[in-house]
């Protein structure tokens, strides 16, 4: 289980997006926007998590699906941390993307092999 790249990747896209939540809170003090991202950013792989300890292959895909939505929530906030000038870096906004295209993806292969 912890060899998905799901789970490496999600991982990875919850420890930068708190990073970057942080370092918008400090410098730029804004945290209306920055609370909402790390819910949902964190979230994305909290659903993974718990989509790979499911109890059948719809529950599986069913966490993966409740992932892919706080994935594109996550994007909403990102695009409007960037757009309003909150935050210039658009990586993270490209690792959202990348992500959210390996949910639907996996989902996909889900729910052909069910």
Do not use: P
């Not at 994305?44 to 719809?58: L, M, P, Y």
């Amino acid at each position: 289980m912890s060899d998905s790249l799901l789970i490496i990747k999600s991982k990875t896209f919850a420890l930068n997006i708190i990073k970057v939540c942080n370092d918008v809170k400090s410098t730029k003090k804004e945290s209306v926007l920055t609370n909402q991202l790390i819910r949902s950013g964190t979230s994305v792989g909290a659903n993974i998590r718990e989509a790979f300890s499911g109890h059948s292959k719809a529950d599986f895909i069913a966490k993966l699906q409740i992932s892919l939505k706080e994935c594109s929530e996550s994007e909403y906030w990102i695009e409007l941390l960037i757009e309003s000038g909150y935050y210039e870096d658009t990586s993270i906004l490209n690792d959202c993307i990348e992500l959210k295209k390996l949910l639907i993806s996996s989902i996909n292969t889900a729910k052909k092999n069910q």
